[in-house]
């Protein structure tokens, strides 16, 4: 195992002490758990987001569409342990997207400039 020094925020570090007694750990064992955490979390998160990038093609090449109401009439009864029907496709599957736009896995800058929201800066000229 590898060590590496993390300098946390006093406040941070006075958070972690009593979530990690609570939970019958070592600080130390505690930050490694929520690192795991946020490491699968990012993993499922690149997963789901493969998965919907292979259907958007999927759609784009002709594949199958279903109405919201009949997918989620399946699941409720899937859920419900009921012997559920696979909804069927609906009307024609070949069709040009809006958009070319793909969703991104690249998460946004955390510097000012990029989370102030365009509304909130100050005119860079008077408005007329």
Do not use: C, N
Request: aromatic share 4%; no cysteine; glycine share 4%.
């Amino acid at each position: 195992m590898t060590t590496t020094t993390l300098k946390l925020p006093e406040s941070l570090k006075q958070r972690i002490a009593p979530l990690a007694q609570a939970a019958g750990k070592t600080p130390h064992a505690w930050m490694i758990d929520a690192l795991q955490a946020q490491v699968q979390l990012a993993d499922l998160r690149e997963s789901f987001l493969g998965d919907a990038r292979a259907e958007a093609d999927a759609i784009d090449a002709g594949g199958p569409l279903y109405a919201m109401e009949d997918v989620a009439a399946y699941l409720r009864a899937h859920a419900r342990g009921s012997d559920a029907v696979p909804p069927s496709p609906i009307g024609a599957t070949v069709r040009a997207r809006p958009s070319t736009k793909r969703l991104s896995t690249k998460r946004p800058s955390t510097t000012r400039a990029s989370t102030e929201h365009p509304a909130t800066k100050a005119p860079t000229e008077p408005r007329r």
